[in-house]
């Protein structure tokens, strides 16, 4: 008996390929710290997360390490409205 045919993987849209393409870390930081980090994003609009990709890449750039293609930092939200309708 001929096991069934597998249908191919449907590709994944391109917003979704991004995200998985970056980078996961596992990062220890004393409470305090995390706190004033969630606070000072808090009051620009970011995600804590979002924010130490900031800080890391603006330290990056001063010390003159930043690498010359780095991808932008991806934009977060509800992705912006396309087609006929908008």
């Known amino acids: ?6 249908e191919p993987p449907e590709p ?3 917003r ?4 998985q393409a970056r980078k996961q870390v596992l990062l220890r930081l004393d409470p305090q710290v995390y706190d004033a980090l969630a606070r000072w994003a ?3 609009l970011r995600s804590a997360n979002a924010q130490i990709e900031f800080l ?3 330290a990056l750039a001063e010390a003159g390490r930043l690498p010359s293609t780095p991808g932008p930092i991806p934009r ?3 992705p912006p409205k396309t087609g006929p309708e908008s």
């Open 16 to 19: 979704q390929a991004a995200r």
């Open 42 to 44: 808090g009051e620009e």
């Open 76 to 78: 977060r939200g509800r």
């Open 56 to 58: 890391l890449r603006r």
């Open 12 to 14: 994944k849209p391109a």
């Open 1 to 6: 008996m001929t096991p069934p045919a597998q």
